[in-house]
């Protein structure tokens, strides 16, 4: 499973950026598409994800109402749209994707066998 995430840069706080996910094959149901995010010395920390059953969007508290989680199943790809960014917000974003993620472990990374090269953020104050 190949996924690719892409999009990242540098932007000043208070702007946006929106990232991609190549994931071919794995926009539809049974896959779960996942965003996490990782800064150095840290855990990778759930950001959004659609699970494949219940199709509504899942948000870490933390970006809830600033990121905005959709998808274009024609084009297999996943994106994450960030507004209101913040210096608490660079890390480098990945993409992950699982078959059998149950909806309870959602926000887990041991959850996903398949995660794509992480796109860096950084958000200058």
């Known amino acids: 499973v190949q996924l690719q995430a892409f999009g990242g840069g540098l932007v000043q706080a208070g702007g946006s950026l929106t990232l991609s996910c190549s994931a071919p094959?794995?926009?539809?149901?049974?896959?779960?598409v996942a965003w996490f995010r990782q800064t150095p010395g840290m855990d990778r920390d759930f950001v959004a994800a659609?699970?494949?059953?219940?199709?509504?969007?899942t948000y870490a508290d933390s970006v809830k109402g600033r990121f905005a989680y959709s998808r274009d199943t024609a084009k297999n790809t996943v994106y994450l749209q960030m507004n209101t960014l913040s210096a608490e917000d660079t890390a480098v974003y990945y993409c992950?994707?699982?078959?059998?993620?149950?909806?309870?472990?959602?926000?887990?990374?041991?959850?996903?066998?398949?995660w794509g090269q992480g796109t860096q953020v950084t958000v200058s104050s």
């Open positions: 659609m699970h494949r059953s219940a199709g509504r969007i």
């Open positions: 992950a994707a699982s078959s059998s993620v149950i909806l309870s472990n959602l926000r887990s990374q041991i959850a996903y066998a398949y």
């Open positions: 094959g794995r926009t539809r149901s049974p896959w779960t």
